[in-house]
């Protein structure tokens, strides 16, 4: 089992910043990737950004803007957002894709608001 918590997102003006940061914890051997997606109100859930130990991957709405993080020690990922946009409106979601014993695992957070005023 891998539980994630989600800092709380908030409202922001067009132009601002947020941060919001997710921490595994449970009993898995270790964490293959970690990332962040995005549902729109009537949409399916999109991805935002991912880590890995080697990479990272961005969607092309959100490069050069948002940058994502991972403490290993931790189990923590951040993303923070800068250049935020009303289009950025929507509720984030960590992801975490670990293995326990000689299973994969992906596990999602509960959510989170973010909301962009113009």
């Known amino acids: 089992q891998v539980q994630l918590v989600e800092s709380v997102g908030g409202l922001v003006q067009a132009g601002g910043s947020l941060r919001l940061s997710c921490a595994a914890s449970?009993?898995?051997?270790?964490?293959?990737?970690m990332g962040w997606y995005r549902r729109f109100p009537g949409k399916q859930r999109e991805l935002v950004a991912t880590?890995?130990?080697?990479?990272?991957n961005y969607a092309d709405s959100v490069t050069g803007r948002f940058t994502i993080s991972r403490d290993n020690a931790k189990n923590t990922v951040t993303l923070q957002m800068n250049s935020l946009k009303p289009e950025d409106t929507a509720v984030y979601y960590c992801?975490?894709?670990?293995?326990?014993?000689?299973?994969?695992?992906?596990?999602w957070g509960q959510g989170t608001q973010v909301t962009v005023s113009s």
């Open positions: 992801n975490v894709v670990s293995r326990v014993g000689g299973l994969t695992y992906v596990s």
């Open positions: 449970g009993s898995f051997s270790s964490v293959n990737a």
């Open positions: 880590i890995t130990s080697i990479n990272t």
